[in-house]
Nanobody
Framework: QVRLVESGGGSVQAGGSLRLTCVAS????????MAWFRQSPGKEREAVAA???????SYADSVKGRFTISRDNDKKTLYLEMNSLKPEDTAMYYC????????????????????????WGEGALVTVSS
């Protein structure tokens, strides 16, 4: 089993910055594909950024140039540095781990493909005011 715990959410004004952290516990991490998703009230959950185990990174167009995803395998930690925040970035942000490769793994469109086990954190709230 894998447990994911997000932290670092909060309230900022437009143009500000926040850094989200996701700490994993349990088996693995180095071989996982890790990703950040977000969900705003009344909207579907959307992919924000993904970081494959081989180093491939992919961002959603809406955050390119403003957000940076990174990971520290030794610490079993995933990060999301968010700069130039906009009110439309307001959402609950979720950490997602994809484990157990079942087909050719790939990172595309800020998502991880080719894995059979999926784990989610409980989320961290980010609020950006104008």
């Amino acid at each position: 089993q894998v447990r994911l715990v997000e932290s670092g959410g909060g309230s900022v004004q437009a143009g500000g910055s926040l850094r989200l952290t996701c700490v994993a516990s349990g088996y693995g991490f180095r071989d996982f594909c890790m990703a950040w998703f977000r969900q705003s009230p009344g909207k579907e959950r959307e992919a924000v950024a993904a970081y494959g185990s081989g180093g491939t990174i992919s961002y959603a167009d809406s955050v390119k140039g403003r957000f940076t995803i990174s990971r520290d395998n030794d610490k079993k930690t995933l990060y999301l540095e968010m700069n130039s925040l906009k009110p439309e970035d307001t959402a609950m942000y979720y950490c997602k781990a994809s484990a157990n490769v079942v087909s050719f793994p790939k990172v595309e469109g800020a998502q991880c493909y080719g894995y059979s086990r999926i784990y989610w954190g409980e989320g961290a709230l980010v609020t950006v005011s104008s």
